[in-house]
């Protein structure tokens, strides 16, 4: 029970907090900013992406949990464009095939239970031409002893940080997905715990498949 009153009570006031993290934020706007059109995020949180849509007219917030998303009403209603919630996951995507031309995932990747099945829903979405923006924290891609501090502690970062996990290869799952990278950029976050830092900043299209 005291459990549940963490999850639903405390932890999505944390979660606003962490995720404004100046140089997130940062990162947010360099991600955001060239998208234009029509757009579904998938873990949408506390819509704090929202300002740094600068060129967006339409955006598909999908997101599952309604506590969350309860702290994002006051940043969905002042935003410019129009924003729709959509309470769904990620692994079963309510959108017809081949019919987006954005998609936007900013440390999602990391939360969602069947992150293979996630991407292959992505995948089916998007149109052929589209792309996917994403920004995530990631397992090390260098560093032995982040990584096995990464192993050790992803279950109890599970459990304080609504089943997010420290030691995911996004850059490894993404690519089995069928995306080729466009643009891929690993960078270290300030004012971010070691164990967390590293971030993969990329935009991926649909590999094209060979006769
Ligand atoms: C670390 S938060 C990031 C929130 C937001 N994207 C941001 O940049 O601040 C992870 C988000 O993923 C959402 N999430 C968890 N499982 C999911 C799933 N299966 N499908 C879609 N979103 C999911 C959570 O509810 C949460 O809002």
């Known amino acids: 029970m005291l459990y549940q009153f963490y999850q639903r009570r405390i932890f999505p006031h944390l979660l606003n907090q962490v995720m404004q993290t100046a140089s997130l934020m940062d990162r947010r706007r360099e991600l ?5 059109g029509e757009v579904l995020e998938i873990g949408f949180g506390t819509g704090l992406n929202v300002p ?6 339409s955006l598909y917030a999908l997101e599952p949990n309604p506590d969350i998303y309860q702290l994002a009403v006051e940043r969905v209603q002042h ?3 129009y924003i729709k919630h959509v309470q769904s996951s990620a692994e079963k995507l309510p959108f017809a095939d081949a019919s987006l031309d954005h998609i936007v995932s900013t440390w999602t990747l990391c939360s969602i239970p069947q992150l293979d099945q996630a991407l292959a829903e992505i995948h089916r979405v998007l149109k052929p031409t589209g792309t996917f923006h994403l920004l995530e924290h990631v397992k090390h ?6 990584q096995s501090l990464q192993t050790l502690l992803t279950p109890i970062q599970k459990r304080i940080g609504d089943g997010c996990h420290l030691n995911r290869d996004i850059e490894r799952h993404v690519l089995q ?8 950029d690993y960078f270290d ?8 830092q590293k971030m993969l900043l990329a935009r991926v299209q649909k590999r094209e498949m060979t006769a």
Request: aromatic share 14%; no cysteine.
């Open 189 to 196: 976050a300030e004012g971010i715990p070691a164990i967390a």
């Open 32 to 36: 955001l900013l060239p998208i234009e």
């Open 177 to 184: 997905a069928n995306f080729q990278f466009i643009v891929k």
């Open 52 to 57: 740094f849509y600068g060129n967006v007219d």
């Open 79 to 81: 935003a410019p464009f």
């Open 141 to 146: 891609p260098d560093s032995v002893k982040i």
